[in-house]
């Protein structure tokens, strides 16, 4: 990977505190001065090895049902964005700092197409965004949870010749389905890679207040 560190844009507002448990996959409890608040979580991956007991998180104030939003946890040095509803909008500036994507002239959002609602539709071309948060020996894996609704959205995308772009959250090397967690996306994932579906991952660093566009990643063979 080419490193090409470029801002996307800050979060603001952030506060910090202390992870303690996840009642439910949209619901953590978090400490803060001592005291203890729910806090909504956004993505519906497992996270297993980000949100463990004890780890320091970052959040907002929330105008959901919850008090507070959880945007960013910390693992080891590193932060790590798990706000999925920041996704298109990291996405929307990605497109512009890659070359193949300068000269796009019309970007819609949320567009339908078959069964199923693609993030984005580039001058007619159909493009699907996912959020990747586990690395496992430096290679960035996606999902860290069985996905009927990501595999549809492959399948959508083969049936389109559309794009899949992949944004990476962690310090890794290269990126890559995770076939032992999910076989039917995994297998769905090859099939788009063999039809010449574009596939790409880049790297998106976050420095506990700004997000950074890393650069392009290379695949593993799948």
């Known amino acids: 990977m080419t490193i090409q560190k470029k801002k996307i844009f800050s979060l603001e507002n952030l506060q910090s505190g202390m992870f303690l448990s ?3 996959r949209f619901v953590a409890e978090i400490e ?6 729910q806090a909504h979580v956004h993505d519906p991956g497992r996270l297993k090895e980000l949100l463990v007991k004890g780890a320091e998180v970052l959040f907002t104030k929330s105008n959901g049902k919850l008090p507070y939003y959880i945007r960013a946890v910390k693992l080891g040095t590193e932060w790590v964005l798990i706000d999925t509803a920041q996704h298109s909008k990291i996405a929307r500036k990605v497109f512009e700092f890659i070359p193949e994507f300068k000269d796009i002239t019309e970007i819609k959002s949320e567009v339908k197409i078959g069964k199923s609602r693609i993030d984005f539709m580039l001058d007619g071309i159909p493009l699907e965004v996912k959020g990747v948060t586990l690395v496992n020996e ?3 894996l ?3 949870a069985p996905t009927d609704r990501g595999t549809r959205h492959v ?3 083969i049936d389109h010749n559309g794009i899949i772009l992949f944004l990476v959250f962690r310090k890794a090397k290269l990126f890559g389905p995770n076939t032992k967690m999910d076989p039917k996306f995994s297998k769905k994932l090859s099939e788009a890679r063999k039809k010449n579906i574009k596939i790409m991952a880049v790297r998106i660093s976050f420095d506990g207040e700004m997000l950074y566009y890393m650069g392009e990643m290379d695949l593993i063979k799948f």
């Open 155 to 157: 399948g959508e995308i």
């Open 142 to 144: 996606f999902p860290d």
């Open 22 to 24: 996840r009642p439910n």
């Open 138 to 140: 430096g290679i960035a």
């Open 32 to 37: 803060v001065n001592g005291n203890i608040y």
